[in-house]
């Protein structure tokens, strides 16, 4: 028997559902979008590595959105928006938080310095963010989500397993004008740190079905993907990475013995309380410029990251509430950077003398320049609501598919933000489509799960 909640949710699910062709040319193309995004080179391009990668996951998001759209019953889905059946208000907090966010880009577009540049780039970024509605839509109910899920899966094992053979000494064949990092272990990627970033997500989601898949294949298969990623993340010699995967495996933790359950949160204050010193100048002083560890070891130890964080920290300074535009940061990073070292009256150069900084290399910070911070409050609360939320359901009490989907959800978001205080995933299209997708579908866990589920 089924309560009159759990009644609702069945209606508005199936007032909601797609044709099953329309579900097929959905999922298929997010298939594409992620093998595409993962393993498509073009070795004719100047950017070989990355060009063809965003040209298919466009295209890719262009067509998935059209079959999504095409049969769309808005007054189901703004039912399942507004519906009082759900365990709490936190889906329809966390959808006007990241409506908020979306205000603010096109608020930062209208007021940039340069708009027709801003302009162009925020369509780019419209068109990734088509997949978080694309992750949330009930094509990724069962056998579809199972197989975008084994897509990304198989998408970073692949990279996973090149990158291991080139540090075991395989030259791909492919010609490269100069190497895009540290080691020749980059895969299809082309970065030896994408492909780690990759394996931290596809790490945390192994680590999730390792304890808790319901099959012993599902568990044996998890354990291995962890191994998997583990080694290439300590093969390219990658901390940011390995921190993510840490920090994924801490949550879960937390939510298998619960006497760990403040480790989450604790950590969570102490790196917001650490960011902000590092930010404000006057608890700057008082805190980070009194650890006895000079500049040059600052340097070292975060990659020559300094300035790329001077930069945007003082493009937050110098206009708060709209930056400087979507897509502004590479343009502005050399000239604030400057400005920067001027104040702080120390050089922060960096790592090689002929090159600027094109990202932050630490999204919040990024977003904060780029679009004010308002919208970077607007995604933090967008982002805290999901995580909760996830938390709710990923605890026992909850159905057994639900429960290992959402600590799957959960373990690759925490990964993703972590990695993003030193790298910039969502500017990654594998890695982008890979959180967006874990975000829309994170969303529908919370939007269709019945309060008597929970």
């Not at 990158?163 to 100069?178: F, N, R």
């Not at 205080?421 to 994170?442: D, E, H, K, S, Y």
Request: hydrophobic content about 60%.
């Amino acid at each position: 028997m089924f309560s009159r909640a759990a009644q609702a949710h069945a209606l508005d699910d199936r007032a909601a559902a797609l044709p099953r062709g329309r579900e097929r040319v959905i999922v298929a193309s997010l298939i594409v979008a992620l093998l595409g995004t993962a393993w498509l080179v073009d070795p004719f391009a100047q950017a070989g590595f990355d060009a063809p990668k965003r040209l298919i996951a466009l295209a890719a998001v262009a067509v998935a959105a059209a079959a999504l759209l095409w049969h769309a019953d808005f007054a189901a889905l703004a039912n399942l928006v507004r519906r009082r059946h759900t365990p709490t208000r936190t889906p329809r907090l966390a959808l006007l938080a990241a409506l908020a966010a979306l205000a603010g880009l096109l608020l930062a577009t209208l007021m940039a310095q340069l708009p027709a540049a801003s302009a162009s780039t925020l369509r780019v970024q419209l068109l990734f963010a088509l997949f978080v509605p694309l992750g949330a839509s009930c094509a990724l109910d069962g056998d579809g989500g199972r197989r975008v899920l084994t897509a990304v899966l198989v998408a970073a094992a692949v990279n996973a397993a090149i990158s291991l053979l080139q540090w075991a000494g395989l030259d791909l064949p492919l010609a490269a004008s100069q190497p895009g990092g540290r080691y020749p272990t980059g895969a299809l990627l082309g970065n030896e740190a994408y492909v780690a970033l990759s394996c931290a997500l596809m790490a945390a989601a192994g680590l999730a079905l390792g304890l808790s898949a319901s099959t012993a294949r599902g568990r044996w298969a998890g354990w291995a993907l962890l191994a998997l990623g583990l080694v290439v993340i300590l093969a390219n010699r990658q901390r940011t990475s390995l921190v993510a995967v840490f920090a994924a495996a801490t949550v879960l933790a937390s939510l298998r013995w619960r006497t760990l359950r403040w480790l989450p949160p604790a950590g969570a204050a102490l790196a917001l309380l650490l960011g902000v010193c590092a930010a404000v100048p006057a608890l700057r002083t008082q805190t980070w410029a009194r650890v006895p560890v000079g500049v040059e070891t600052w340097q070292q130890l975060t990659t020559y990251r300094l300035g790329a964080w001077a930069a945007a920290v003082e493009m937050i300074a110098t206009k708060p509430w709209t930056g400087y535009g979507p897509g502004s940061y590479a343009k502005q990073s050399q000239v604030q950077r400057f400005s920067a070292e001027i104040e702080l009256r120390r050089r922060l150069p960096p790592p090689q003398p002929a090159t600027t900084f094109v990202q932050a290399h630490q999204e919040y910070l990024q977003m904060a320049a780029e679009a004010g911070l308002p919208a970077l409050l607007a995604i933090l609360a967008a982002l805290g609501w999901l995580l909760s939320g996830l938390l709710r359901l990923a605890r026992d009490g909850t159905p057994a598919r639900t429960r290992v989907e959402a600590q799957m959800m959960l373990a690759v978001i925490v990964a993703g933000a972590v990695a993003a205080l030193a790298w910039f995933p969502l500017q990654i299209p594998f890695t982008a489509i890979v959180l967006l997708l874990a975000c829309g579908r994170a969303w529908r866990l919370l939007a269709t799960t019945p309060a008597d589920a929970a």
